[in-house]
């Protein structure tokens, strides 16, 4: 692939949008390639995904203007479906996504970033919908998923005003749940910079995540993002066949067998190895 790299460290698969001269912007084929890139993720292996940008500057600034400039109203339409049908793809993936935003995220890259389940990032990150400002809407589910992961009186002040934010504002109103600085000697030398110290945070939270029983992981995503569709009456529902579905599982025994011995004896601690059956 030209534009999209994909490395795998144990359970944890790192996609690497590899546009850096266009700061990592998604045109068509971006996106195709993305859509690859997770269709080939090999999940009896891979328990979780991190997703960031290449370089330090830029997560995606967002959707290819060059290639918006001249579409008509049906060619407009269709690129804005062919970004959220990835986006729902990583939205609905089995296991958890984390996005890693290094920079820049603005339009489809903050849109981009909401489709994943969890998002942190490095201190010079600034997110945005400046889509008004272009004279269109943000299309790859900005006005959806913005008004829903902060409030929506937050969501049309940041969508009408185009207005981009700060990571230290972002993390205010609960868009990143972390945000990471470059770390320095006494001298004031930088020693680890904000993107490595960004991807070490990324990675000890994916195998954190990796390191929990598989099925179970995939059945939290699935019932959290089923649930908040629905009413709680059948939300609820909707937690409860998840949770039965995890019971009789190799891991179920495991992890509550686990508990279990290392109550009569505390030297049989010890970490368990789920098997994602
Ligand atoms: N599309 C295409 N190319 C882009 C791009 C984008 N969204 N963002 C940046 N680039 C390109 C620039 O054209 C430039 O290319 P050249 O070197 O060939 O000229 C290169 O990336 C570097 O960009 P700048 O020189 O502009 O870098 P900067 O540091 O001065 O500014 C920036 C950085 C503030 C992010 C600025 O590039 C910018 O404002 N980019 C556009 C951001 C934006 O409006 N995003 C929303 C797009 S609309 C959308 O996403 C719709 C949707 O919902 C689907």
């Known amino acids: 692939m030209e534009f999209v790299l994909y490395e795998q460290k144990d359970k944890i698969g790192i996609i690497t949008i590899n546009r850096e001269k266009a700061l990592n912007a998604l045109n068509s084929q971006v996106l195709d390639e993305l859509s690859e890139a997770f269709d080939a993720v090999d999940l009896n292996v891979v328990r979780c995904l991190i997703l960031t940008g290449a370089g330090e500057k830029s997560f995606v600034a967002g959707a290819d203007i060059g290639e918006m400039s001249t579409l008509t109203k049906a060619e407009g339409e269709a690129f804005g479906k062919k970004g959220n049908d990835l986006f729902r793809k990583i939205e609905s993936f089995p296991i958890p996504v984390i996005a890693a935003v ?100 990324a990675e000890k939270m994916a195998a954190g995540i990796a390191a929990q029983a598989p099925i179970a992981v995939r059945n939290c995503k699935k019932a959290i993002n089923d649930g908040l569709q629905v009413n709680i009456d059948e939300a609820i529902v909707i937690e409860e066949k998840l949770f039965g579905d995890c019971f009789e599982t190799e891991d179920q025994k495991a992890g509550m067998g686990n508990f279990l011995k290392k109550k009569d004896d505390p030297t049989k601690v010890k970490v368990v190895d789920f098997k994602n059956a």
């Open 102 to 201: 290094n920079g820049f995220a603005l339009g489809g890259g903050c849109e981009i970033s909401m489709s994943c389940d969890i998002r942190i990032c490095s201190d010079n990150a600034m997110f945005g919908q400046p889509e008004v400002g272009l004279g269109i809407t943000p299309g790859f589910g900005g006005t959806q998923r913005l008004a829903r992961l902060v409030s929506p009186g937050m969501a049309k002040q940041l969508i009408y005003t185009a207005r981009n934010i700060k990571a230290d504002e972002a993390y205010r109103i609960g868009l990143v749940n972390a945000v990471y600085s470059a770390e320095t000697d006494e001298a004031g030398n930088v020693t680890v910079s904000a993107k490595d110290a960004l991807m070490a945070a």
